[in-house]
T-cell receptor, first 113, second 113 residues
Framework: GAVVSQHPSRVICKSGTSVKIECRSL??????MFWYRQFPKQSLMLMAT?????????EQGVEKDKFLINHASLTLSTLTVTSAHPEDSSFYIC?????????FGSGTRLTVV | GQQLNQSPQSMFIQEGEDVSMNCTSSSIFNTWLWYKQDPGEGPVLLIA?????ELTSNGRLTAQFGITRKDSFLNISASIPSDVGIYFC?????????????FGTGTRLTIIP
């Protein structure tokens, strides 16, 4: 079945630094990837949609300069949280669309201290 | 962003009991999906529904795509300990090339020993 690998699974960083999260589709080509954010005990909220070779489309209220998304190939998308602050601490999950549906990565727990 | 109304928010049941949860929306969807999320993990697809009225089973799980296209339910029969987790519905609205998923608010299932 379709597998999406997301790394790192956990990261702790200092305020003001940047963190990069990778999302790879291992056995299929993903023309579209999605990035979600999930706060504790809440649902998944879509942050942005990225298509290979083009600029990401951000949801309303999501700062594109803070959450940089790059989708350079059909199997890799990255999310960089720039100048991270404690309020950016959250669970970030990617999803890749290819074939029959959307497959999710295992998530990245970001803690900004 | 938009969210689907999912109920109940939480359930406390005994092992062996059946479980039922549902999602409703004010707008129609072309696809309904049901996911399960374990702590610290990404959602895993349980059942996908593509046609109004469709009833689909996956082992002990059964889900239906409402005739109005504005609702869906998920039933779990004879619950077992590994059913514990958070269940999310998700819908994909009509529109060519519309790949976005809207997620429900989640149902947290707990099995009382």
């Amino acid at each position: 079945g379709a597998v999406v690998s997301q790394h790192p699974s956990r990261v702790i960083c200092k305020s003001g630094t940047s963190v990069k999260i990778e999302c790879r589709s291992l056995d299929f080509q993903a023309t579209t990837m999605f990035w979600y954010r999930q706060f504790p005990k809440q649902s998944l909220m879509l942050m942005a949609t990225s298509n290979e070779g083009s600029k990401a489309t951000y949801e309303q209220g999501v700062e594109k300069d803070k959450f940089l998304i790059n989708h350079a190939s059909l199997t890799l998308s990255t999310l960089t949280v720039t100048s991270a602050h404690p309020e950016d601490s959250s669970f970030y999950i990617c999803s890749a669309r290819g074939g029959t549906g959307n497959t999710f990565g295992s998530g990245t727990r970001l803690t900004v201290v | 962003g938009q969210q689907l109304n999912q109920s109940p928010q939480s359930m406390f049941i005994q092992e062996g009991e059946d479980v039922s949860m549902n999602c409703t929306s004010s707008s129609i969807f072309n696809t309904w999906l049901w996911y399960k999320q374990d702590p610290g993990e990404g959602p895993v697809l349980l059942i996908a529904l593509y046609k109004a009225g469709e009833l689909t089973s996956n082992g002990r799980l059964t889900a239906q795509f409402g005739i109005t296209r504005k609702d869906s339910f998920l039933n779990i029969s004879a619950s077992i300990p590994s059913d514990v987790g958070i269940y999310f519905c998700a819908g994909r609205p009509p529109g060519f090339g519309n790949e976005k998923l809207t997620f429900g608010t989640g149902t947290r299932l707990t099995i009382i020993p």
